[in-house]
């Protein structure tokens, strides 16, 4: 199946801090990408849509502000949590569809990215 | 309703025995349905994948599918303690279909195993 790596696995930031974290698409092109938000315990909650060289979408209740989204290539999406504070603290998951998606192929999902801030 | 029902647990059950999984769904639209892994603190996996109703096997895992009776169920045959984890269900739509969340797909709120040695 596709991979789809994400980066760093874990952090730990000072709050007030900015925080970045990469995904990629290693073995095919990706125009779109997704990240989600997931709590103990709880299923994924998806923040906002990555597409590829335009605006990322955000779903309701998540600050476009806070958590920038640069889909800058068909292989990498950034997810920046800006201003960190300790309640941003979470398991951050990205995935991507490839140009299949449309006859039938499934997404994909990064590692996560464990962020503590402190 | 919720579009994908699926039971939290914890499903727990002794090593080697037949696990089985299962999220029923209420949207006739979906037509693709899958099965994720997740292990903790780790993303999920993509475990099966299939397309509308019937049987899909893959080692000790067989995915099922009843369009009929809006039922999928993934079947973990000699369970092992490596199999502990969380089994999430999702779903898809036809191409065309403007439903689920923008990825496109609906979440159960998934199953935690945990196999005993």
């Known amino acids: 199946g596709a991979v789809v790596s994400q980066h760093p696995s874990w952090v730990i930031c000072k709050s007030g801090t900015s925080v970045k974290i990469e995904c990629r698409s290693l073995?095919?092109?990706?125009?779109?990408m997704f990240w989600y938000r997931q709590f103990p315990k709880q299923s994924l909650m998806l923040m906002a849509t990555s597409n590829e060289g335009s605006k990322a979408t955000y779903e309701q209740g998540v600050e476009k502000d806070k958590f920038l989204i640069n889909h800058a290539s068909l292989t990498l999406s950034t997810l920046t949590v800006t201003s960190a504070h300790p309640e941003d603290s979470s398991f951050y998951i990205c995935?991507?569809?490839?140009?299949?998606?449309?006859?039938?192929?499934?997404?994909?999902f990064g590692e996560g990215s464990w962020l503590t801030v402190v | 309703q919720k579009e994908v029902e699926q039971d939290p647990g914890p499903l727990s059950v002794p090593e080697g025995a037949i696990v089985s999984l299962n999220c029923t769904y209420s949207n006739s639209a979906f037509q693709y349905f899958m099965w994720y892994r997740q292990y903790s603190r780790k993303g999920p996996e993509l475990l099966m994948y299939?397309?509308?109703?019937g049987n899909k096997e893959d080692g000790r895992f067989t995915a099922q599918v009843d369009k009929s009776s809006k039922y999928i169920s993934l079947f973990i045959r000699d369970s092992q303690p490596s199999d502990s984890a969380t089994y999430l269900c999702?779903?898809?739509?036809?191409?065309?279909?403007?439903?689920?969340?923008?990825?496109?797909?609906?979440f159960g709120k998934g199953t935690h195993l945990i196999i005993q040695p």
């Open positions: 073995d095919f092109q990706a125009t779109t």
């Open positions: 999702a779903m898809k739509g036809r191409t065309g279909y403007s439903g689920g969340g923008a990825d496109g797909l609906t």
């Open positions: 299939t397309y509308s109703s």
């Open positions: 995935s991507a569809r490839d140009l299949g998606w449309d006859k039938g192929n499934t997404i994909y």
